[in-house]
């Protein structure tokens, strides 16, 4: 009997551990596939440049550039340090430092890929962050509910959930930003709980609080709409309280909140002047800010319902099959109608215990709350929220809990296992849908495009965008490293980033300078070129056979013919490096001197 029960608490004493590094390794390995078989969009070469330190001002504008010296920004200096990452960060994009600054130490891990910063090494460290999120939020479930169950539960679905699966395969911050959500949620419940019972909040966790919220604040801005819920959610409850105390404001809890409130004000105000002075913030921001007419009224409600959805799960409706996409559809729709009233059972039942019903509100509250800001702000401030599903990273980690709570109400229900573990299965499928490009699809296919060139043209081509904003360079660098990555053997490519001011014809002015002084023949490739060209292409022909579209990337193709034997052969633009143009065997040769 000794011997059983010392078995006994050795097993249960590890069960746990064991457990929960099931849930992590799974996790991980999922967020590590495929992890480089989709391209980097424009985000995230804005990620890979500042944490190298480097800048995209040093691209010239205005004037054909071989692909190599637009991915210069893109190549790891020796000399770069985190005071350059910090200087290029605050004037050229509108992000705080914490996480470039960590990813500037950990790329420096990985070795060059044909020269140029090594994506694996930028993607998994949001990878592994993603995969931090798994025992934390673990924990946060455990803190929550006082039930192992709920924590093992929600990090099972954290796990596989494809929209945490999403932000961890991008070399973005949101996977760090949700490790300090969880945190502070922990903290939150735990000065809630106090106000419930009138008892003070230790000053170890009002110190806590504070620090994780610095740090929150120092990886993204969009932070302060989880500290702007907390604080809808303590305005609820301390109104509760004030109908029965109208001195609850003085009593010992609020006293020590109060001081956390002060000292995550301080930590956010020393952003606002630099956020302010950053002149890029306005143009970086212009694509959540579009005016909307009619049905479009409509698209922020859509939007939001479909991040809701792939919270939970996702199946390929976005593959190319017509045949897939419907049938995923209707496989969504008929586990929704399923799912849904289980998982509302299990939250109800959440509501009506005594034990759990307080804690249920306060994280319910958290949701409801920040989707509450986020409509205020796409329909009365003008700022489409919805539009990013990313930006729900902001109350996401109550989402899961809550999850993680109304599945254990199910799990001891009668058949409630295995409607626990079908729940989790859509997940994971779910999870391979989003690392096999199926869904939640990258915004651009670089490598597509440059299929597409590689097929179409058989002489050299200039490939011309007309540019606001570095986004605009990321578009171009990712079909320029798709060049240097695919090392393919095709006619030479030049690229045209046309900048573009108030007036739109200075975009077209430079293309059609461009396009005299380049040596002919060769292929006009008008890609994402916002401004008229009719004028300035007026010596080429545009193509008229169809071809397919590309995900990111709007083009117009056009052939430029040999107008004369002058035109043919005259002297290039002036380049970085002097570079000089001849026509041998229909290709461009290009020399740097």
Not at 383 to 409: C, E, K, M, Q
Not at 542 to 570: I, M, N, W
Request: charged letters at 10%; hydrophobic letters at 50%; aromatic letters at 12%.
């Amino acid at each position: 009997m000794r011997l059983y029960n010392w078995h006994s608490t050795i097993s249960s004493r590890w069960f746990h551990p064991l457990l929960l590094l099931m849930w992590l390794l799974i996790g991980l390995g999922l967020r590590l596939t495929n992890l480089t078989a989709k391209p980097p969009w424009t985000d995230e070469f804005s990620t890979l440049v500042f944490s190298l330190g480097n800048s995209f001002l040093g691209v010239p504008l205005d004037q054909a550039i071989a692909p190599d010296i637009l991915l210069q920004p893109l190549q790891p200096q020796a000399t770069a340090n985190i005071p350059a990452v910090w200087q290029n960060l605050s004037h050229e994009t509108n992000h705080p430092p914490i996480y470039f600054a960590l990813a500037h130490w950990w790329m420096r891990l990985f070795p060059a890929q044909q020269g140029l910063v090594s994506l694996w090494g930028a993607r998994s460290l949001a990878a592994i962050f993603g995969a931090a999120s798994i025992p934390a939020i673990y924990v946060l479930g455990w803190m929550t509910f006082r039930s192992r169950l709920v924590g093992h539960l929600a990090a099972a679905m954290m796990a596989v959930s494809p929209y945490a699966i999403f932000l961890a395969q991008e070399a973005r911050h949101y996977t760090l930003a949700i490790l300090w959500v969880i945190a502070n949620f922990v903290c939150f419940i735990i000065a809630t709980r106090h106000i419930q019972q009138h008892t003070q909040l230790p000053i170890f966790i009002a110190l806590t609080w504070v620090i994780i919220n610095a740090l929150g604040i120092a990886t993204h801005y969009f932070f302060v709409l989880t500290l702007a819920t907390e604080a809808l959610v303590l305005i609820v409850l301390a109104w509760q309280q004030i109908q029965t105390n109208p001195k609850v404001f003085l009593s010992p809890p609020w006293r020590r909140i109060y001081a956390v409130v002060f000292g995550t004000f301080v930590a956010a105000i020393v952003w606002i002047p630099i956020f302010l002075q950053n002149s890029y913030g306005e143009d970086l921001t212009d694509w959540i800010q579009q005016p909307r007419e009619g049905l479009a009224w409509l698209s922020p409600i859509f939007q939001a319902f479909a991040a809701w959805v792939t919270m939970l799960y996702l199946l390929p409706v976005e593959a190319h099959q017509l045949v897939i996409v419907i049938a995923s559809g209707l496989v969504m729709l008929i586990f929704m109608i399923w799912a849904a009233p289980i998982l509302v059972r299990g939250l109800k039942v959440q509501l009506q215990q005594p034990d759990t019903q307080f804690v249920t509100r306060v994280l319910a509250g958290l949701v409801v709350g920040a989707i509450a800001l986020f409509f205020v702000f796409t329909y009365f401030l003008g700022i489409d929220l919805t539009r990013g599903a990313r930006y729900n990273f902001v109350y996401f980690p109550a989402v899961i809990v809550l999850l993680g709570a109304s599945l254990a109400v199910t799990w001891h229900s009668h058949q409630g296992k295995k409607a626990v573990m079908l729940i989790w299965l859509m997940g994971f499928v779910s999870a391979i849908t989003v690392i096999c490009n199926l869904g939640y699809q990258k915004y651009y296919r670089p490598d597509l495009f440059v299929k597409l060139i590689q097929q179409t043209s058989q002489v050299p081509v200039l490939i011309a965008t007309t540019q606001i904003t570095h986004v605009q360079i990321g578009e171009m660098m990712g079909i320029a490293r798709e060049l240097r990555i695919q090392d393919i053997d095709s006619p030479a490519s030049l690229f045209l980033l046309a900048h573009q001011d108030k007036d739109v014809q200075t975009a077209t002015t430079t293309l059609a300078n461009t396009i005299q002084a380049l040596p002919k023949p060769f292929d006009l490739w008008l890609v994402n070129f916002h401004a008229p060209v009719d004028k300035a292409v007026k010596e080429c022909t545009a193509e008229t056979q169809s071809l397919p579209a590309v995900d990111g990337y709007e083009y117009k193709f056009y052939h430029c013919p040999v107008a004369s034997l002058g035109d043919a052969t005259r002297s290039s633009l002036p380049q970085r490096g002097k570079l000089q143009f001849k026509i041998q065997n229909s290709k461009f040769q290009i020399k740097d001197n």
